[in-house]
Nanobody, 123 residues
């Protein structure tokens, strides 16, 4: 089973920035498309962004387009999510996972979720 470790969350004021990290444990990220997902209190998981570097595809949900940037560092075996201009509605637990990734969307592969990292946007 693929294991991911998310980090970088925290409390930030509206308009602020955070960079989330997704580190792979025991496998090479380059072999997989990777997605970032989030779950706000009382809501379902939502696909936020994904990257499939093998075919040059990235995807962003409309709600984050222009504010979030996904990237991958092969040397560090890590995927990042740079989040700028954060809004209170971005408050959620963020997860990364192996994903189906296409230009119009993303969906998680497999069952279960990791521990995630909490992002809270509040003044």
């Amino acid at each position: 089973q693929l294991q991911f470790v998310e980090s970088g969350g925290g409390l930030v004021q509206p308009g602020g920035s955070l960079r989330l990290s997704c580190a792979a444990s025991g496998f090479t990220l380059d072999n997989y498309a990777i997605g970032w997902f989030r779950q706000a209190p009382g809501k379902e998981h939502e696909g936020v962004s994904c990257i499939n570097s093998r075919v040059g595809i990235t995807y962003y949900a409309d709600s984050v387009k222009g504010r979030f940037t996904i990237s991958k560092d092969d040397a560090k075996n890590t995927v990042y999510l740079q989040m700028n201009s954060l809004k209170p509605e971005d408050t959620a637990v963020y997860y990364c996972a192996a994903a189906h990734c296409w230009a119009q969307g993303t969906s998680k592969k497999g069952d279960g979720w990791g521990q995630g990292t909490q992002v809270t946007v509040s003044s």
